[in-house]
C-alpha cells in the first residue's frame, strides 16, 4: 500500500496523459503554449475569479501574492504556525518577517482569536500586519469570508493559500476565490496535480495581475529585454498544463470520490475500539451542510504523543504508511532560532499539541475498500497492543 498512490492515478487516464503530452511536444509550445492559457482561463473561471496566472509551483505562487501586495523587508505578515514551511518560507523570501498565529484545535486552521489576539500585542508595541496569510488546512476551507471582513477592518490584505484545497466549497464559494489574492500548488499529490511542480495565483484585480505577470517573468516590461524590477523565473511548462487539463476533465468525478473515501473512513473508524474507547478523534469539518473538504489529508487526532507514535510505528508492521504532517510547528524550524527572522507575539498551545497528536492516513481517490478496511483494522489492532502493553 502507498500512502498516495500515484501510479493508480496516472493508470485511470493514461491513454490520454500520453496523447495530451505527445500533442504538446508535437506543438513544441514548451514555455507559456496553449495550453497554459487555456489552463488559466477553465480555473479562473471554475473558482470564480477574473484573473488565473500559471507559474512554477505553490510557494512562486505565494511569493507572487506577497509582492504584487508591496509586502517586503521589514514588514509584518501573519500566518499560521501549524503549516507546511512554505508559508512562511515565502513571507521570509520577499525579505518580510513571519508572525505565528495560533490555530483551532479541531479544524486545524487559523484561530481568529489569536490572530485577534496578535495584532493587539502589536498595536501595543507600536506594530501591525502588512499582509496575512490563511491557509485552508489539509483540504478544508478556512473562515475566509470571516477574515476577509476582519482583515477589512484592520486593513491589511488577506491572501488564501489553497495548496491543499483546490475545489473545496463553502457553499457557492470555491477555495482559490477567497481574499485579496489566492494560490495554490499542483504538485503530483495534491487534489488537482500535474506529474511534477506547478502553481497558480487567482485575483480579481488587474494591477495585482499586471504586477505577477512581470514578477514571474524577470519583472519584464511591456517590450523584449525591457526589465522593470528584480523578478523571479516562474512558469508552468506546457506539458504540464496539457497533464492538468486531463486532470480536471476527471476533477469532479474524483472529488466526489473522496468525499466518498472520507464518509467511508468516518464510518468504519467510528465504529472502532479506538474511537469507541475516546483514543482517537476523527476529522472535524466547519459545521455546515454545504461544507465540502477536498480531503488531501485524512488526519486523525489522538489522545497522547506517546500513542501517536506508538501507532505511527505499529502500522509499518501491517504495510500500513502514514504521515505526521506537521511534527514541528514553524517557530519551532532550526531556521528560526535566528530570532529575527519571525515573531511570535502569542500562545501556540493548539499548534504544539496538534503537532505531537495528529497522524495522516493513506488517501487517494482510488483507494480500494479493501484497502480502506485493512488501514482501520490495522490501526486499531495497533491501538490494543499499546493499551496491552501498559
Known sequence: MQFCNLQRMYEAHAEEFNEALIQSASAAEYIGGRHVLELEKKLADFVG?????????????????????????????????????????AINRVG?????????????????????????????????????IVVDTFGQLARAKALTAFSNIYGF??????SQSFGARLGKKRACSFGDISTTSFYPTKPLACFGDGGMVFCDNERYLKSMRSLALHGSGNQIFEHMSIGINSRLDDLQAAVLAVKFKYFEE??????????????LLSQSYAYAEGLIKLPELIKRDDSYSAWDHFTLRFENSSLRDFVHRELKNYDVPTHICYPKTLEKMPVYEDESLAHCPVSLENAHSLSQTILSLPFDPYMTNEELALVVSSLDESVKNYKNKR
Open 49 to 89: 475569479r477574473k484573473h488565473a496566472l500559471a507559474c512554477a509551483n505553490g510557494t512562486d505562487a505565494l511569493v507572487l501574492a506577497l509582492r504584487a501586495l508591496e509586502v517586503g523587508p521589514g514588514d509584518y505578515v501573519a500566518c499560521p504556525a501549524f503549516s507546511f514551511f512554505a508559508t512562511a518560507e
Open 96 to 132: 518580510a518577517i513571519p508572525v505565528f498565529i495560533d490555530v483551532d484545535s479541531d479544524s486545524f486552521i487559523l484561530s481568529e482569536d489569536s490572530l485577534k489576539e496578535a495584532l493587539h500585542v502589536l498595536r501595543k508595541a507600536g506594530q501591525m500586519v502588512k499582509a496575512a
Open 157 to 162: 490584505p488577506l491572501i488564501e493559500n489553497a
Open 254 to 267: 474524483e472529488f466526489q470520490k473522496r468525499q466518498e473515501l472520507a464518509q467511508n473512513y468516518e464510518g
